[in-house]
Nanobody, 123 residues
Framework: QLQLVESGGVLVQPGGSLRLSCAAS????????IGWFRQAPGKEREGLSC????????NYADSAKGRFTISRDNAKKMVYLQMSSLKPEDTAVYYC????????????????WGQGTQVTVST
């Protein structure tokens, strides 16, 4: 069973930067694609970025392009989301999720989810 734990969410000022971490507890971590999602109050969960099992390919939603960078360290069983130029509209609970090997657009195809970490962008 794959368990995911997000961390790094804090209160940050607009324009600031933040790195979220996603830690996995499985020996076969390097066989999973990992996606980052977020959900703001009253809104649907939104896909932000995904990295394939090997790390050689990534993708980003328009809301994340140019500001967010996903990366992974399979030896440490970690995936990161580096966020910069943060805006108040980035305020949300951020989740990481896993599926087998390759990324997919449908959040329903991700079988494993973390509990989320709160990011608040505000003065």
């Amino acid at each position: 069973q794959l368990q995911l734990v997000e961390s790094g969410g804090v209160l940050v000022q607009p324009g600031g930067s933040l790195r979220l971490s996603c830690a996995a507890s499985t020996l076969s971590f390097d066989s999973y694609a990992i996606g980052w999602f977020r959900q703001a109050p009253g809104k649907e969960r939104e896909g932000l970025s995904c990295i394939v099992y090997s790390g050689v390919s990534t993708n980003y939603a328009d809301s994340a392009k140019g500001r967010f960078t996903i990366s992974r360290d399979n030896a440490k069983k970690m995936v990161y989301l580096q966020m910069s130029s943060l805006k108040p509209e980035d305020t949300a609970v951020y989740y990481c999720a896993a599926r087998s090997r390759y990324c997919a657009g449908s959040r329903g195809s991700y079988a494993y989810w973390g509990q989320g970490t709160q990011v608040t962008v505000s003065t």
